[in-house]
């Protein structure tokens, strides 16, 4: 099996036997680990100045850089920052990645057209519509959803070299979400549900994230169906197995590694929670995803992440679980 | 149902425009502005703290609930600037220097407003001398940082050194919050008061300016 075949049978929430698939959100890490710029960090504001051959050498370490990433630490999917972000440059890079490695590995990137928690100087604006005009945000949603979706089609006619996407926008803070249970209901059931749906008749698959504490909408998410909720971050008190009891057996689980802790822990902690997380994980012997509890961010240590990747290599397998 | 009851029901709906209304009303009936704040507007922000801090309601019915208290606050004003009233203390809060987040240090200075205290904002990506040199200069009996970040969180013990060397220790409380902060830490840094949240910062202060005075 190619590691986008044992992603898509996890998402599928199938036992795989082997080695439990991993990858991350984002790995921003690539400066230490390959002496190289991350593609979202990178800002080329003389872009429509270079000549084809130029944009295409970027194009084309871009490509490589994301492969080399998922090849090195073993991960099973790669997360795409196109950048440049337009249609064309998107269809680019997908094509340049499957070119490449194949069908190697199961490609993502972002397509959320939900509202998530809006930024410091937005929020109390936000905060006022909610209560005194939902209707219009959701005008908005239903409009942000089309936009989605209508680029999730073209790729699709375009060769549907796109696996699934990421829906990324951020519920919850880690003591509560941002959202009430109302709220949620209102504001972002109706276009995560038909979003996820629409994704699927396209073939494509969905990995919902937020961090912070989920539980008290988990349920309503799940009811949305994604194939996979992702970042189950310990540090908003999420727990693998409470997850698991509200969400039943067939959605795939991703996450849950204290990155707070992989970044202020001693090595024995991280290692702990490391163990814990695949023992928890691995449970279930199948719908799993093992990654950081939100992803691999500018200021964790490499040597972390690193040693993470060691712990899942010897501990991470369904045939050989030493638990 | 008493007007003041009633202005502080429809602060925590965060029905502004109501607040505003019955806030004049109340003004108009010859109901003292001090017992409007405090009965009205500072009482009904304070039911929203509990509950906020007892997981009850969430961030943004805390925004609603303080933006109607600004609104009706202002219009008691100009009344209360003519009586005797004077603030129950005064705190300047920030963000440390290198942390953007803002929103719980914005949570916290509305909870300390509705509790009577005056509050200078420094914003965010505030150095610690910036702290001291506010503090100094207004007068102020508590200073408050929020750290989001363990990257940030050393920048709270930079303000306390800062606070010992410009003299003014004995005279100024340090509070410090934001997540990943917490009691050790705060002892370990030589920090006065942590609290977890934003109600039981503001009740604190209170505690903190009344011993002060
Ligand atoms: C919103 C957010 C952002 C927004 C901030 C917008 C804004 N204007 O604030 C944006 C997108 C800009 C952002 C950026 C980053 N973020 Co951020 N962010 C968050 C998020 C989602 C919510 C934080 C929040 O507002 N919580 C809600 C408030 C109400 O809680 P609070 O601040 O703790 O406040 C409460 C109490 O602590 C207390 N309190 C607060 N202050 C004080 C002060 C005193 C004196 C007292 C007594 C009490 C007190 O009262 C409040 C209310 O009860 C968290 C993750 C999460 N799910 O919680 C990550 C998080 C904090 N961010 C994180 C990171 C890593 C970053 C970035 C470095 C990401 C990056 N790679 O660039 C940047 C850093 C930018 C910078 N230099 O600051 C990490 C921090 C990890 C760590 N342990 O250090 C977190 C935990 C995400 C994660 N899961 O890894 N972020």
Redesign the pocket.
């Known amino acids: 099996m190619t590691n986008r075949e044992r992603f898509i049978k996890t998402l599928k929430c199938e036992p795989i036997g082997g080695q439990v698939p991993t990858f991350e959100l984002v790995f ?1 890490l690539t400066m230490e680990a390959f002496g190289k710029v991350h593609p979202s960090q990178r800002y080329y504001s003389q872009w429509n100045q270079m000549s084809y051959a130029e944009k295409s050498l970027h194009m084309n370490e871009m490509a490589q850089l994301y492969i080399d990433t998922a090849k090195k630490y073993g991960h099973s999917a790669i997360f795409v920052h196109p950048n440049p972000g337009d249609l064309e440059h998107i269809q680019w890079l997908l094509e340049l990645i499957r070119e490449k490695s194949g069908n190697e590995y199961f490609i993502m990137m972002h397509g959320d057209p939900t509202w998530g ?1 809006p ?2 100087q937005t929020m109390m604006d936000f905060s006022i519509q909610m209560y005194e005009e939902p209707e219009k945000l959701n005008e908005e949603s239903a409009k942000r959803v089309e936009n989605a979706l209508e680029t999730a089609r073209k790729l699709d006619e375009r060769g549907h070299l796109l696996d699934g996407f990421a829906l990324c926008s ?1 519920y ?4 509560n979400p941002f959202f009430s249970e109302d709220a949620f209901d209102e504001l972002i059931v109706p276009y995560l549900k038909e979003v996820i749906a629409e994704y699927r008749k396209m073939g494509y698959y969905s990995i919902k994230h937020t ?2 504490n989920i539980m008290p909408i988990l349920k309503q998410m799940a009811d949305c169906k994604p194939d996979a909720i992702h970042s189950l ?1 310990p ?2 008190g999420v727990s693998l197995p409470e997850v698991r009891k509200i969400v039943g057996p067939d959605i795939a689980l991703a996450g849950n590694v204290n ?2 802790l992989l ?2 822990g001693t090595d024995e902690e991280c290692r702990t929670d490391v163990l814990r997380s695949l023992r928890e994980g691995m449970e279930n012997g199948r719908g799993y995803i093992f990654c950081t ?2 992803c691999a ?3 964790l240590q490499l040597n972390r992440y690193e040693m993470m990747i060691e712990i899942w290599k010897e501990y991470g397998n369904y045939d050989r679980m030493k638990f | 149902m008493g007007i003041l009851l009633e202005i502080s029901e429809n602060l925590q709906r965060g029905k502004a425009k109501n607040v505003k209304e019955l806030v004049q009303q109340a003004v108009d009936e010859q109901i003292p502005a001090e017992e409007i704040l405090e009965k009205g507007l500072l009482a009904g922000m304070n039911i929203v703290g509990e509950k ?1 801090k007892n997981n009850q309601v969430f ?1 943004p019915e805390v925004l609603m609930a303080a933006r109607a208290m600004n609104v009706g606050a202002a219009l008691l004003k100009p009344l209360l600037a003519q009586g005797d009233n004077v603030s129950k203390g005064k705190v300047c ?1 920030g963000t440390v220097k ?8 914005n ?2 200075k509305m909870m300390m407003e509705g509790k009577g205290l005056e509050v200078i904002d420094l914003g965010t990506d505030v150095p610690a001398q910036t702290y001291v040199e506010t503090a100094i200069k207004e007068n102020c009996q508590i200073i ?3 750290a ?4 940030t969180m050393p920048v709270m013990g930079e303000v306390v050194r800062a606070a010992e060397k410009a003299g003014i220790r004995d005279q100024v409380k340090i ?6 902060v917490t009691e050790s830490f705060c002892q370990q840094i030589g920090a006065d ?6 109600a039981s ?1 503001a009740d604190a202060a209170v505690e903190l300016c009344k011993a002060a005075c």
């Open positions: 921003f928690i930024d410091g951020d919850c803070f880690n003591v961090d912070g971050d540090q908003g990155c707070g970044q202020t509890s939100n961010y500018t200021g | 906020f961030v809060i290198g942390d953007l987040h803002d929103i719980g240090k949570l916290v408050c940082c929020s989001l970040l363990t990257t509070m410090v919050g934001g997540a990943p008061v942590y609290t977890s949240d934003a910062a």
